[in-house]
């Protein structure tokens, strides 16, 4: 079964509270207790031979909406850091420049997508049959996603992410977001993929 992730080393991050954070994490680690939960009424279904049910199709739907939930802000906690330091010339700000101009146009893309009216995701992909960087908005958790891309910095823009510290003031969170980046998380999971 999935295990529940510490983040706690995030507490004290500047520009999110710690109140914020833990409400955060209490919802994540709900996100995985439900992906284990379903995978275990998923298999007790299909030993008992009742795969061809309505319950094991819902079942089965919703197991996706629980593992992006656990996923996507296992990804986004991964992507944060206390420390965060402007990005070093890396493979991935050379490829961000070659198909953005210049880091300045990427990151105009990636707060207007942040910014757009809706809850969900935001994530700067790698498209494996293109090998090109998108900036893309997920709906929801299961909704969204560009098959055959994989997510390489993630932002979440639901509202438990930002609401209690900057009420409705989006921007400054995505401001507060760009200024705890893990970079150097970010650029191994382009190089894990581009190598």
């Known amino acids: 079964m999935y295990q529940i992730k510490d983040f706690k080393n995030l507490l ?3 520009g999110l509270s710690d109140t914020l954070l833990t409400n955060h994490f209490t919802l994540y ?3 995985v207790n439900n992906t284990n939960k379903v ?3 998923l298999e007790a279904l299909l ?3 009742q795969g061809a049910t309505p319950e094991y199709a819902e079942l089965k739907r919703r197991f996706g909406w629980e593992w992006n939930g656990m996923r ?3 990804l986004y906690f991964e992507n944060l850091t206390k420390h965060s330091e402007h990005p070093e010339e890396s493979a991935l700000s050379r490829k961000v420049i070659a198909q953005f101009g210049n880091a300045e146009n990427w990151e105009k893309d990636f707060r207007a997508t942040g910014a757009m009216r809706g809850i969900g995701w935001v994530i ?3 498209d494996m049959y293109t090998k ?3 900036n893309v908005w997920i709906n929801e958790h299961d909704g969204g996603h560009l098959a055959g891309t994989v997510p390489l910095l993630v932002m979440d823009v639901f509202e438990h992410a930002f609401m209690l510290d900057y009420g ?3 921007a400054d969170y995505i401001e507060t977001f760009f200024k705890s980046i893990d970079w150097k998380k970010v650029n191994e999971r382009y190089d894990a993929l581009a190598n």
């Open 12 to 14: 004290g991050l500047e």
């Open 29 to 31: 680690e709900g996100y």
């Open 39 to 41: 995978a275990e009424k």
């Open 47 to 49: 030993a008992s031979d």
């Open 72 to 74: 996507l802000h296992e």
């Open 124 to 126: 700067l992909a790698y």
């Open 132 to 134: 090109k960087l998108v």
């Open 168 to 170: 409705i003031k989006r």
